[in-house]
């Protein structure tokens, strides 16, 4: 049900995936962007957090940067979700792993935790900490790339200068 996948193991078509993180304000919302970037249009995606949150606006910066945007987006939480069932669900910090582990119980539904580090924490200069944030939005690119694409899906969503 979780745990990481054998590397050798193709990945698994999904038709939809659920990001989940602390409260839906850095890491879910940054994986749903980019994954609606990258993944066929019939992949239902969604992000939420287990507490309630706030937009963070390094996360708009860097999405910017590639391209890409949350709209009018606001976090949500994954107890108001108004559809509950995914083929997968990605965790992306302890406590919301717990939390799907919680709530999918015998549920038909693979639950892996993709561990990101929360760049909220990072310090120094407004420049170092955005390289926090684009470092976290490479990792999540590279995991989704990697478990959800299939070999020669389509090209990266980091532009590269």
Known sequence: ????????????????????????????????????????????????????????????????????????????????????????????APEAHHAALDATGTSSVDVEFWPMPDPSAATGSREQILDAYRDVFRRIEARIRERLLPAGGRADVTRRS
């Open 1 to 92: 049900m979780s745990g990481p996948k054998d590397p050798a193991e193709p990945p698994v078509r999904v038709t939809s995936v659920l990001f989940l993180c602390g409260m839906n304000s850095i890491r879910s919302p940054i994986a749903e962007a980019i994954a609606r970037k990258v993944l066929p249009s019939s992949v239902y995606i969604a992000s939420a957090g287990v507490r309630s949150g706030q937009r963070d606006p390094f996360v708009d910066i860097v999405l910017a940067e590639q391209g890409l945007d949350l709209g009018e987006r606001r976090p949500q939480r994954y107890e108001d979700l108004e559809d509950s069932y995914f083929d997968l669900i990605v965790t992306m």
